[in-house]
């Protein structure tokens, strides 16, 4: 379970994220969707204790993110950022190895190379794990870095955007990966999205941010309205049924 | 690039460095050695071991440096560190007076001057890296400042110091690769024996560090608390170094980015060492060439001064900053 309770981030006058308090239960697919600036990025940030919050406590399976030791919470807790600047030069399977690191701290054992090999082909990197990242797409390098997270095997992920640059093949494969690694392993998943029809399709819950502030939340049928997601958007947004789903379109 | 291709590049480059190292030594030990053996090896014995440890501290200070800084033109001596050791070193003369300096224990005398540089190091991270690490022009620009900062108070305080007092301060700063400061090289090796151990037991930590804070805090890495601690295993070897040869200013940038040039790896375990031996062939080599070959005296540290110069404006203009 992730427990946010009354979170704040200001920074200087402008309140970015405003007394959000939200429970995301155990096993599931959570996905969080809301306008550029809304406060999403900011929100995972501090769930990760990339970024300390105001005033307000999280915890992630019981654990206070800023009160347990760093590398306790890694074993549990992975997240792969929206922006992912890296100042070395790396390979994809250098990069996927680092998702081992909580557990092995850099002894690497036959488990984590099967681990890696894993989560490199379940990205469909196999082709590619040679190479330098500066010689991949941006697409490709994307799913390198959810390679990485996915490797962390933790009962916790969160992903910022982890759709940027997919095309529709790769993005369908990673939403199903998330789906599978909730529905099969209980793991608990937390994505932000920008594609509302993604959200619709493979989330158990919505959660819709604007202006720092939860707007809404519940099941893809209570969120994916015409009225509520013309109002978060400020963008007119029909809503049609197509066999057992809900599509928006805008 | 395949990983056994890789594999066998390293091994190859380590090799040679090694070979190349080994030849240097030799050829340090033994090249126009005139009288009695066992007085030229004692002698150039504990010459050769300073260059060594002069060669360690600075690759392994640079590298480090640059892998918490996210940034492959600055190193510790540009952003002022050397600089300091010598402001301390003509601080205390002033304030103690050289005479009763030389009597005090040179150990002790070490570890004060090592842990002020620890303290300023830490310091500056505090107030200012920290936030100018993000741009790295302001980082070059704060590391000139301080830089210049240091050598002009040392330079006043020198100027209004007894002449005599000033000849003693001007053995101990001035030391050129060719006139080593070996009365030190007993606490030097303890001290870079231990620092080699922290970072023999450090090296996967340093791997994730250079992802960055972000990346780093993901994998549950302390990044504040290990970048803190870096800083004073950086401002020990510095002190070393210093200590043994006086300030050094572009040689580190030059021995770490030929180390990264030629490797295709980032990894901590295969950087430090091939840093190092690339520093140590250039010391021991040039010093052979240099002093041996063509019976030039003080020319060593003014050719990698401007060589490393070269490469560092040569970084600048590239833009590797970022
Ligand atoms: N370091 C910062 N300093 C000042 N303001 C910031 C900072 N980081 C973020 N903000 C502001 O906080 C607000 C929320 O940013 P956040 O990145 O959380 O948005 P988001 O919902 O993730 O948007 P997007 O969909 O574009 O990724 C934005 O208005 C942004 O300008
Ligand atoms: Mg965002």
Redesign the interface.
């Known amino acids: 379970m992730i427990a946010v309770e009354k979170i704040t981030k200001t920074y200087g006058s402008s309140v970015v994220v405003d007394g959000v308090s939200i429970t995301l239960p155990k096993g599931g697919v959570t996905s969080i969707i809301g306008p550029n600036g809304a406060g999403k990025s900011t929100l995972l940030s501090m769930v990760g204790r990339f970024l300390s919050a105001d005033s307000g406590t999280i915890t992630v399976g019981g654990l206070d993110v800023t009160k347990t030791p760093s590398d306790e919470l890694a074993k549990r807790l992975a997240v792969l950022r929206q922006d992912n600047h890296l100042a070395v030069r790396l390979t994809v399977r250098d990069l996927v190895s680092f998702g081992r690191y909580p557990h092995s701290k850099g002894r690497y054992t036959v488990e984590d190379e099967r681990h890696v090999n894993e989560a490199i082909a379940m990205l469909g990197l196999s082709g590619l794990a040679d190479r330098f990242l500066d010689e991949l797409s941006g697409g490709q390098r994307q799913r390198a870095f959810v390679a990485m997270v996915i490797c962390q095997d933790t009962e916790y992920v969160l992903l910022d955007e982890p759709l940027n640059n997919l095309d529709i093949k790769h993005a369908v494969e990673i939403m199903r990966l998330v789906q599978q690694a909730a529905r099969r392993l209980n793991k608990t998943m937390v994505v932000v999205l920008h594609d509302i029809n993604m959200a619709s399709t493979f989330s158990d819950v919505i959660v819709a941010m604007k202006n720092g502030q939860i707007v809404a939340s519940g099941s893809p049928a209570e969120i994916i309205q015409p009225d509520l997601l013309s109002q978060i958007y400020e963008t007119e947004i029909k809503v049609v049924p197509v066999g057992s789903r809900l599509v928006a379109i805008y | ?3 056994e291709v890789r594999r066998k590049r390293v091994r190859a480059i380590v090799a040679l460095l090694s070979v190349l190292t080994v030849i240097a030594m030799v050829a340090f030990m033994t090249l126009g050695a005139k009288g009695s053996w066992s007085f030229i090896l004692s002698f150039r014995g504990a010459k050769l071991a300073a260059l060594v440890l002069v060669a360690f501290s600075i690759a392994v200070s640079t590298v480090l440096f640059q892998t918490i800084m ?2 492959r033109i600055v190193t510790p001596s540009i952003m002022g560190f050397d600089a300091l050791y010598v402001l301390l070193q003509t601080v205390l003369v002033f304030a103690i007076g050289a005479g009763r300096l030389s009597a005090m224990d040179p150990f002790l005398l070490f570890l004060i001057e090592a842990g002020m540089l620890m303290l300023f190091s830490n310091l500056l991270y505090r107030w200012i890296l920290a936030g100018a690490a993000r741009s790295p022009h302001l980082l070059m620009l704060v590391g000139i400042v301080f830089g210049i900062l240091f050598r002009s108070l040392s330079s006043f305080l020198q100027r209004i110091l007894d002449p005599s007092e000033f000849l003693i301060l001007q053995d101990r700063m001035f030391a050129s690769f060719n006139a080593v400061d070996t009365s030190l090289l007993g606490i030097a090796g303890v001290v870079v024996a231990i620092v080699t151990v922290i970072i023999l037991r450090m ?3 340093f ?2 560090v ?3 804070r ?2 780093a ?6 990044h504040n608390r290990t970048i803190m601690f870096t800083l004073a295993l950086i401002s020990v070897l510095i002190a070393v170094s210093t200590a043994l040869v006086g300030p050094v200013t572009f040689f580190g940038l030059l021995v770490a980015n030929l180390a990264y040039l030629i490797l295709p ?2 990894r901590h375990a295969v950087v430090l060492p091939v840093a190092t031996l690339i520093a140590v062939v250039t010391l021991v080599g040039g010093q052979v060439i240099l002093e041996r070959v063509f019976a030039f005296d003080t020319a060593l540290s003014i050719i990698i001064e401007f060589v490393g110069g070269l490469v560092f404006i040569l970084l600048v203009v590239r833009g590797a900053a970022r």
């Open positions: 690039m395949l990983p996210e940034n090296l996967p930590v791997d994730v250079a992802l960055g972000n990346h805090t993901a994998l549950g890495v302390d790896t980032s």
